[in-house]
C-alpha cells in the first residue's frame, strides 16, 4: 500500500519540558512527573472555519496519542511527555480522507480511524487502519449502507476493533482475514434501539471481563451493553442524566462519560461485566469548551478541545487533561 505523508519526528521532550510561549500560548505547568497539564495540536492556518477536533487515540505501550482533525482529516500524534504535537497524516484528501472522527490502537500500535460523514454520498472510505510509522493498511467502506456514520472505535476480546454507527444501531468489526482487512456488519440492533435524530450511538468501551461492549446513544443519554460473542443488546439503567454523552473512558470499575454540549462529565460505577451501572457524580466541564472524546495515558485522562461551539474555530487548540479548566 502506498506510504502517507509522515512529518518529522516528534520534538523532544527537553524543547517544552519548562513553561513555554508558542503561537501566542503559555503552556500548562507540568505535573510531578514533568508531563505537561495540557497538549498543543497544530492549528490549519488554511481552513476558512480554523481547526476542529474530536477524537483521540492512545498508545500506552509507546506514551504516544493520536487525534483526529474534522476539518480535513488531518491526523496529529503527540507522546506523554511533550506539551507540542505534530501533523501526522495530511488530511484534505490524502487516502481519501477529508474528515476523521474516532480513533483507537490496538496492541501492535496500528492506528484505527473512523471517517464520521467521509463515505456519506461519496464512496469515499468509512473508515483506515495505519501501522504505527504511518502505512496506510487499509481504506474500506463498510458492507450494506451507504449511509454510515462512522463515529467511535475499541479494540474488542478478539484483537478486532468495533467502529460505532450514529445512523443507525450498528456495529462493524474491522480484522484482518485471509483475503487481507475486511470490515463486516457485526451487530444490528435495529428492532431494539430507535434512531434519533441526531447523533446515535457514538461512544464504546470494551467492559473489563471482556465479555461485552457499553455503547453511548449521545441523542438519547440511554446506554446499551452489547455482548461481545453473540451481539446481543440490552439497555443498562443509568440514574443521571447522560444526553450528549460521546467519549468513554473505563478506568477499572470506573466509567467516565464526556456529555460534549451538555459540558458536564459524568463518572459511574460499571460492574466487570458492563451489566450495571450506578451514577457516582457530573461534573461541569469547563464553560468555553466543548470537549468530546478521551483517552487513558500513563495514568491520566486526556479530555480533546473540539472547538464545536466556535463557527470560526480558534487556537490555541489543546488537548487538556483537567476538564474543569
Sequence with gaps: MKRTHVLPTLLLTLATAATGTLAGTTTAAADAGGRPASYLLQGDADSPVGSKFEG?????RRGVFYVSEVTGGEIHRGTAQSATTEEWLAGDGTDGRFTARGITVDDAGNVYVAGG?????????DLWVYDRHGELLAALRVPGTTDAFLNDVTIGPDGAAYFTNSNDPQLFRVARGAHGWEATLWADATGTITREEGFNLGGI????DRSAFVVAQGSTG??????????AVGE???????????????????LTVVRNFSKAVATLRVSADGRSLVA?????????????TAATLRGRVLYVDSKFDEAVASGPYEVVTDPTR
Design 280 to 292: 457516582l457524580d457530573q461534573q461541569a466541564t469547563a464553560a468555553d469548551r466543548v470537549l468530546t
Design 222 to 231: 440511554r446506554m446499551w451493553r452489547f455482548d461481545a460473542r453473540t451481539g
Design 236 to 254: 443498562l439503567a443509568t440514574g443521571t442524566d447522560l444526553v450528549d454523552a460521546d467519549g468513554l473512558v473505563r478506568q477499572g470499575n470506573r
Design 205 to 208: 468501551v470494551l467492559t473489563a
Design 56 to 60: 483521540i487515540g492512545a498508545d500506552e
Design 117 to 125: 460523514p467521509n463515505g456519506i454520498g461519496t464512496g469515499r472510505p
